[in-house]
């Protein structure tokens, strides 16, 4: 994540709002597949507080099987991460900025936090990982409006945090632009096949006017031309018949 920030564009980290975020399936499938994310959650979702973690299993008395998940007990318990965003100390909120815009520059108090998500973990015989969690809470607002679950370095900072957090105000007007634009969702198919190919048109058609609106003014005569990328040596286009005895 830390050379993403540094390169500006964040590679193998899964940004997604709280209606994906919350799904701790689909956050731990994206653990397995070996990339990282930064995804909004809800204020309900609750996480082990920093410095405290599920039970260890009972002791095992000798008799029966013996006991191996993790347990709960009444004053031990995982806490909503508004709860805790409410309780932390006025000094773990700072201001960030994270870029320009077009009249002020963007910025907010934001709160960073190693924590556990809790989710049904006392069927579990394991810890679940550390990960971070992003508090935002504007000046002037009575309570927390933002959270977010990281996978992020351990030695993250909260500036780097909440960069990448704050990318996916890109993709989401990119995704405006491809819709409103490029007519992404004028797909009435219903193959995977057919939306694969219309999306990659879409796609395509968008960063060739991303480039053109990044091209220095008056430099269309003198702009060198992209290179045509070389086709693999075992393409084939579609349709083609490779042998003779297709045409039997």
Excluded at 49 to 66: D, F, Q, V
Excluded at 80 to 95: F, R
Aim: proline share 10%; hydrophobic share 35%; aromatic share 10%.
């Amino acid at each position: 994540m830390r050379q993403a920030i540094d390169a500006g564009i964040p590679p193998g980290v899964v940004l997604a709002d709280a209606g994906y975020g919350d799904e701790t399936a689909f956050r731990d499938g994206i653990t397995e597949r070996g990339m990282l994310y930064a995804v909004g959650i809800r204020p309900a979702t609750t996480v082990w507080a920093p410095g405290t973690a599920p039970l260890p299993p009972k002791p095992w008395s000798g008799r029966g099987i013996r006991p191996t998940r993790l347990r709960r007990e009444p004053g031990h318990e995982p806490v909503s991460v508004k709860t805790l965003a409410i309780t932390l100390p006025s000094k773990a909120y700072a201001t960030v900025t994270w870029r320009e815009g077009s009249n002020a520059d963007h910025s907010s108090r934001f709160a960073a936090v190693r924590v556990r998500p809790a989710h049904r973990d006392y069927l579990s015989a394991e810890l679940r990982p550390e990960e971070w969690l992003l508090i935002e809470w504007p000046d002037g607002e009575a309570e927390p409006t933002k959270y977010f679950l990281s996978t992020g370095p351990a030695d993250a900072t909260p500036e780097q945090l909440v960069f990448v957090t704050k990318t996916r105000w890109r993709i989401e007007r990119d995704y405006q632009e491809l819709k409103q634009e490029f007519g992404l969702s004028h797909y009435e198919g219903r193959g995977w096949l057919g939306f694969h190919h219309h999306a990659t048109l879409c796609i395509a058609a968008y960063a060739f006017l991303v480039a053109q609106r990044l091209r220095p003014e008056g430099s269309k005569k003198n702009c060198a031309r992209p290179e045509t990328p070389s086709l693999p040596p075992d393409y084939r286009p579609r349709g083609h018949r490779t042998s003779a005895a297709a045409c039997t």
